[in-house]
């Protein structure tokens, strides 16, 4: 692989699916107005894909997809798998939506985090699964207003470790991603900011959120985040790399100073949200040594780029 200068993107890192945008409200069995952001993990020799579906109200919720490559045939489930209960939930009052799912470690449940969009503002939530058919509320666990987050999969020491993004009070303030640690997933604190949103022009700057859920390697645990750019014609959501150290993840090893991956085919230029690639969910194929990441494209599909995981490494180590 080619070294990429340290100010620019690395064009070739992530390769897009060539059948992109994989999933589409034109294949949904129910009417969709738009389907995106998906959480990802596999189970049981399938890739699940937890997607965003957002109805012709304006509100989402959430509905499986499975299938046997993580690329194709896709079967998704005939009714919505997860909706708001705001009568249980109210904090789920105006929908559901950015799944992020990892597998517990020891406690063999998986965990997904996602953003309750309460009457007060997005919030962080959590559900438990053992067969992503039955599903345990566990409700709220970060006031609002906050958003983009996951579960790391292990402890350290005896406490789990969340990575968020709140957003501040002040308008004019970054919003930055914070990591915060609990005994029993339901209690946070120890509350601080892990990656900061950079000053002036850069394309990661005054707003930066979480993508999909850390993936841990043998260099430290992998994080793609996102970052907006706001310009004349609207916001460019564009997506970045940075590495935590493996014993303490509050310690950042590299972060990427120039974005990796960003929007560019016509999918991810036209929709609902125009200029958005927005990853929230990653699968190592270990026997091949490939991430898959699975995007929201222009808030509308959903997309799907691969890239080895060793020249995401060594592509780090040359330019981050």
């Known amino acids: 692989m080619k070294k990429c200068l340290d100010y620019h993107r690395c ?121 992503f058919r039955t599903f345990r509320r566990q409700g709220v666990i970060t006031p609002p207003e906050d958003k983009d987050a996951s579960l790391f999969p292990k402890r350290f020491g005896d406490r789990w470790a969340l990575i968020h993004r709140p957003l501040p009070v002040i308008e004019s303030a970054k919003a930055n991603i914070w990591i915060s640690y609990s005994p029993d997933l339901k209690h946070w604190g120890d509350h601080t900011i892990l990656l900061e949103a950079r000053d002036g022009g850069w394309w990661d700057a005054n707003k930066i959120g979480l993508g999909p859920q850390p993936i841990e390697t043998p260099e430290g645990w992998l994080l793609m985040y996102h970052g907006v750019r706001r310009t004349a014609a609207g916001c460019i959501y564009r997506a970045g790399l940075a590495l935590l150290d493996l014993d303490d993840p509050r310690k950042v090893i590299r972060r990427c100073r120039g974005w990796v991956f960003g929007p560019k085919e016509e999918y991810e230029l036209i929709g609902d949200v125009a200029y958005v690639t927005f990853p929230t969910g990653v699968i190592y194929d270990q026997d091949i040594g490939t991430l898959r990441v699975y995007y929201g494209a222009a808030d509308t599909t959903v997309g799907l780029a691969t890239a080895k995981l060793k020249d995401v490494l060594d592509f780090m180590k040359m330019n981050c």
């Open 11 to 131: 064009p070739d890192l992530f390769e897009r699916f060539q059948g992109n945008p994989i999933l589409t409200p034109a294949d949904w069995p129910y009417p969709a107005n738009a389907v995106f952001n998906p959480g990802a993990v596999d189970f049981e020799g399938e890739t699940i894909l937890l997607n965003r579906v957002e109805d012709f109200n304006g509100f989402s919720h959430f509905t499986v997809a499975r299938s046997k490559n993580g690329k194709s045939d896709w079967k998704i489930d005939l009714q919505p798998t997860l909706i708001p209960e705001p009568d249980s939930f109210p904090e789920e009052i105006w929908g559901i939506e950015d799944a992020r799912i990892v597998k517990l470690e020891k406690l063999e449940e998986y965990g997904i985090v996602y953003t309750s969009y309460s009457s007060g503002g997005p919030l962080v939530s959590l559900i438990l699964t053992k067969d």
